[in-house]
């Protein structure tokens, strides 16, 4: 590890070294960081741009008293090293290892389960507030991006910032990128400050700020605002936070540990909110991820020499298979126009974003405007793709809501890492979509089984001018000839395809990327001479009528998908089957049995595994009708 | 009617007035809508303080083609009077009369049919881009609120304007005052913007603005630049949205119709977006709203003389019940907290407000921030209580799973404007939340059927340290004695309550309010000799295992709830059922029959009639019943 490192066992272990000291120290960290990360894969660049700012803040605040949240919490490497974690990271985002974000379960240190960005100075209010109600003095800091700090959520707690009446200090840590490069106004203005001074600027505003500090110490209001101007340079971003009543400083260097220490020294004490502006170099201290930090923002394994991925290569993903898709239809069809919310890489849209950039928006880390600015785009007669993850898209359910839904507007959503992620784990799972959109009216939701699935349902969706949601996982797609092109036909609304004949007691009927596992059961079981059923249900909504009947006719259904039990795909089916008992029913009554994700969040894990703790990989698919 | 207004059938006729005569038909159209909310009820002082804007907008555009958008939308009523509607105004609000929203149904004028705050510059900028997509020249305006301008949406908005190359005008419409009173730094802000200048400063800034805006039209970046600094007062809001690289003008005038028609023209032609600030007076030319806008944000019908309320008296609101009870439990326990987003009459927290105001947050038109808040009151061991209607909740979907569910916090939620809400119509019905919010582990989603058990789960759930959300109607509470104090033990997790006895073969198994529905209906069918079973779930989670076991000894089960039946109680019902099937089933199978909304939008009526629509009345259940 390093000679430092190993005698760090807690943050206290810090106080004893020197600014020198700290500054080997954290180059010890960045190598056992950069090494952990090319054997296990993680988030890589901007946990090796903060490792000087964790020391600093570990080093000044006792975060076992203290509060530190994080924003989406990739960055908080150097953090869980710092706080006794160390040896732990060959298990990094591994079965039962160290998460690859902060979990309370794992250390008394992580306040928060994040992953999803904007969250963390909401959170700091909610906790400064509740030390104002319970009259405590713990410190509240709240570290967050610029890519994150633009999110509605923030802005809706620095407008809600008045309501501290004391301490609480906003780290924003400017690495003048998101995982992609950061759109939108305070980005490019953010990025106006960083071009317009020097690093010698950035020395001399430390010193002025610890100058002012006792001052602003002692609440003078006018002392505060004369001196916020003094510092003012040509541009700073101190007017939009000025607007907002939050005084602001800024921006410092921040990987000079030993200015960082007196800053956050000084603002400990302060007895308000303040946002602290510091600029970090994503990747610092590993050339590859310095020179291309959105490849190394979340990676595999790589080898360390030259950052080359180690990942074997395989069938194509389904993100790929979007990629490619989107493009060849947008080529026949110009209405055609994609929105992403800061994952143009994530989502598979570079190749687009190439072809057509006039066609193609990304509205940075902003779910919910993402979703609305598509729906403006089709009450013009185009037609959008939005591209977001399940879980992000959670984010926009509201306006999913009111400005797609309720319009009837042909909004396209295509939505990846649908189901389980692997090792992400809960705060990145989709489990939740199939629920959260097919109580919607006017909206179908469809889920591909297999690449050549995936591109039929593209198809259908862009032609159809309604809204359609299509999910598939973080994950490579089936063998070509699993499924087989006879039982491809083009998508019709509402229709399912028999994959394996029904003329039996049991018949699975599986939704998306699950039935190929559905498949393998079936085969496996047709080999022991039991006989199954299987369905791919494509459509979660609207549901095939042929899958209701399959319960009249006095047969088990076995629903499987990669999404929760709840709110699912098994609970439509069984709606379905309701309505029809309403409405008087059929021949005789068949059974069901849903399989699929459990009340309880599914821990980090690779996905094979994940989808067997979940019941629905071949083999325990089989198991239930072997059971039976 | 009026002289005027009664020639103006379309906007075009504006088009003959003079600018005085503009003035006597906005007094003709204050009259028009005073009188017809004092019938119908409706949104009053908002409605009457934008005649002049809307008058002035009409006048300039052509929003035919070009495209006006509201903000929330309640205040749309000037511009229903003129664009046809100007008759239809006695069945506001009212079973197939005009929506109090806009609503694209009713007229080519209406873009999106709204209600939910901080969406016009969300769908503005998507139209804007579609129009930039096409090659079209349409205008288009967003028309914001002051309380509508900081929901993060909006901000998410404003900081991706920059993806507009073309025209885009946003009026912010300053009437200082959200349905309370707007907190929020940027709402000081402009407080004190308000506070610092004259009427005259008024009138000259908008000559200036005039003088200006042609330089403006030729793009020329240097004279914007120098001409906003020369507008600039001691303060001005110019700064926040200057920082953001907005063009900003104003204040300006809202009553002032000549001036708002030449600044209007001139926006037509600016080739950016820009915003222009305007303030109106809420309740302008009807005292009583003038004098008490809040109370006259959204009414009953009214006297006209004095604007006293023409509603009959009977049983206490859910709401009212709340809002006593959480006082009661606040006083005996002080971890209680409340918070509201700009909704403390709506959620019944007056009260509250008065008597615990260190302990009570309201942060806003900004639900997600709500949520957040609570989340980290909660880790520090406070009882936050989130009151938020149900159908802006949807907000916070993506807060509730990953701050609260994920962290098993324990917040509660007190849903107000759960199930259908009568003449508000399809933007605020709350019919969706049994669904997202049973899909989280780590929530238990109740709803009481009466201010007895309301009292009773509110109880509960603040003592319990779980997440709890308690939904619950806009609707007077039943009648004491129609449960029974020996049907009302106390709340324990998962249990429900037999109301009628289940040895029957049919049992209706009601969630909330509607349980009221179900008991009528079964002493109704018991006169006619049918005997039904009534069981009150008070859980929707966890589902009461009791249930369950009614399917199992072969009974037909109805569930009853005022929601989607898609995601809702009943399909939990029907979940756990396919659990226990897989688990070897019971002794036999019975059925299971779902009533409640289908999946469609219910229109405005009374909720009493929607209720009916939906086959949830007394009368609607006992025909499902019979006709078995």
Known sequence: MGI??????????????????????????????????????????????????????????????????????????????????????????QQDGLSGFPNPEESEYDIFSVGHAGTSIPTALGMALGGQQKGTDESVVALVGDASIVNGVSFEALNNLGLAKRQMLIVLNDNSMAIDVTEGAVAKFLSKVRLSHTYEDLRRRTDKILEHLPVIGKKMEGALHGFTRTLRMAITPSRLFESMNIPYFGPVDGHDIGSLIKLFKGFKDLDRPAILHVYTRKGKGFLPADDNPSKFHST??????????????????????????????????????????????????????????????????????????AAGLAKQGLKP????????????????????????????????????????????????DIGYLRCLPNLEVIAPADAGELKAALAYATASGKAVAIRYPKDAVADADMIGDDKRPAFVSGKSVVLRDTDCDVVLAACGCIVSEALTAADKLAEEGLKVGVVNARFA?????????LFFAGKMIITVEDHSVACGFGSAVMEAIAAKTQQGGGEKNGKVICLGAGDEFIKAAKRSVQLDMMGISAERIAEVVRKL
Request: charged share 25%.
């Open 4 to 93: 430092l490192l190993d005698k760090i066992n807690s943050p206290f272990d810090l106080r004893g070294l020197s600014v020198d000291d700290l500054g080997v120290l954290a180059e010890e960290i960045r190598d056992h960081i950069t090494h952990s990360v090319s054997v296990t894969g993680g988030h890589l660049a901007s946990n090796l741009g903060v490792v000087d700012l964790t020391i600093a803040l570990h080093y000044v605040f006792d975060f076992k008293r203290d509060k530190l949240l994080w924003d989406v919490g990739h960055q908080c490497y150097a953090h869980k090293i710092l706080t006794g974690r160390r040896d732990d990271f060959a298990g990094l985002r």
């Open 300 to 373: 595999g394994p790589f080898d360390k020499k030259d950052g080359n991925g180690l990942m074997k290569s395989g069938n194509k993903t389904f993100t790929q298979v979007f990629g490619e898709t989107v493009v060849e239809l947008a080529e026949k069809d110009e209405r055609i126009v994609a929105i992403t919310a800061a994952m143009t890489d994530g989502t598979g849209l570079g190749g687009f974003r190439e072809k057509f950039p006039e066609r193609y928006y990304d509205v940075g880390i902003a779910e919910s405007i993402g979703v609305d600015i």
């Open 385 to 432: 793709v939005v591209c977001i993850y399940s879980t992000f898209l959670q984010r926009g359910f509201d306006q999913i809501f009111q400005e797609v839904s309720l319009q009837g507007l042909g909004v396209v959503f295509c939505i990846d890492r649908s189901g389980v992620v692997g090792n992400d784990g809960p705060t990145h799972h989709g489990l939740l």
């Open 541 to 549: 909504k609207p549901l095939d009528a042929e899958i209701v009947s």
